[in-house]
């Protein structure tokens, strides 16, 4: 409680600023940082150290500030499973674009959405802060996988790249399956 409000005035911001970064309510930024809230789901707290824009070491300190929820899985694990790129900027001129893709990723028959573009027209950006706040708004409980595509040249090297981001390496290699096989039963159980 403490610590976020130390970071949130550090960063010079009000409440309600934060609150309006992270995709929150004003009220739930008051609540926790009066430690009314003590256990925050994790994607609160992402959200909350991407609007401050926390320096590695003030992150570690703020996620291990925050007791575990029920289950046993820490705010930490859980948000390394999660772990987005961290954006150098601030998402501008993109709300309606923004807007859209989090309402399809809302949907609940959604499980692919494909973002098509020439390159260089901020489609990973717009797609990792959809993510954000797909995160920040309490979808994707289990966290959300960016997979690095950019660098390849062969398709056949997607899935693997894919079942490596999911850690299903070793699934991979002891089930005798093809990573095709072991993705689509992760996927499914998911």
């Keep these: 409680?403490?610590?976020?409000?130390?970071?949130?005035?550090?960063?010079?911001?009000?409440?309600?600023?934060?609150?309006?970064r992270a995709g929150l309510s004003p009220?739930?930024?008051?609540?926790?940082?009066?430690?009314?809230?003590?256990?925050?789901?994790?994607?609160?707290?992402?959200?909350?150290?991407?609007?401050?824009?926390?320096?590695?070491?003030d992150r570690a300190a703020l996620l291990a500030s925050v007791p575990e929820r029920s289950g046993g899985t820490?705010?930490?694990?859980?948000?390394?499973?999660?772990?987005?790129?961290r954006p150098a900027t601030l998402l501008v001129g993109r709300e309606r674009e923004l807007a859209e893709v989090t309402d399809l990723l809302a949907r609940s028959g959604v499980r692919l959405l494909t973002l098509t573009g020439v390159g260089g027209v901020g489609k990973t950006r717009l797609a990792t802060e959809a993510a954000r706040a797909a995160l920040a708004t309490g979808h994707f409980r289990d966290g959300v996988t960016f997979v690095e595509l950019a660098s390849l040249s062969d398709p056949d090297l997607v899935l693997p790249a894919v079942a490596q981001a999911?850690?299903?390496?070793?699934a991979v290699a002891t089930s005798g399956r093809t990573p095709t096989e072991v993705l689509r039963l992760h996927l499914q159980a998911s």
């Design 1 to 20: 409680a403490e610590r976020l409000r130390d970071l949130r005035r550090a960063a010079g911001l009000t409440q309600e600023e934060l609150a309006s």
């Design 27 to 57: 009220g739930a930024v008051g609540t926790l940082e009066r430690g009314v809230r003590s256990r925050p789901y994790p994607h609160t707290v992402r959200a909350l150290a991407d609007a401050l824009g926390v320096a590695e070491e």
């Design 74 to 85: 820490s705010v930490t694990e859980t948000l390394e499973a999660s772990a987005l790129p």
């Design 166 to 170: 999911l850690r299903l390496r070793e």
